[in-house]
């Protein structure tokens, strides 16, 4: 997705309406742009990358989670 497609999709956004979360496509596409930033303009966006990069994590933590508990879940019933 462009810049022009993110900025029409972001005027597009409800206020009334939740957000959605970013999938894990999104997340690798920022990682991907803040990567480029950071080599481009050095260490001062590294933070950006960082917090990406926990985020992406979290995903699979999460998924992780759900998968445990919900075979916990059928093992009792």
Known sequence: MGYNACVEKAQNISSSQPI??????????????????????????WHVLDRLKQEYDALDDREALLASLLSDADKVA
Do not use: F, H, N, W
């Open 20 to 45: 959605e979360a970013p999938s894990r496509a999104d997340i690798k596409r920022g990682m991907t742009i803040a990567a480029q930033l950071v080599q481009r303009y050095g260490p001062k966006y």
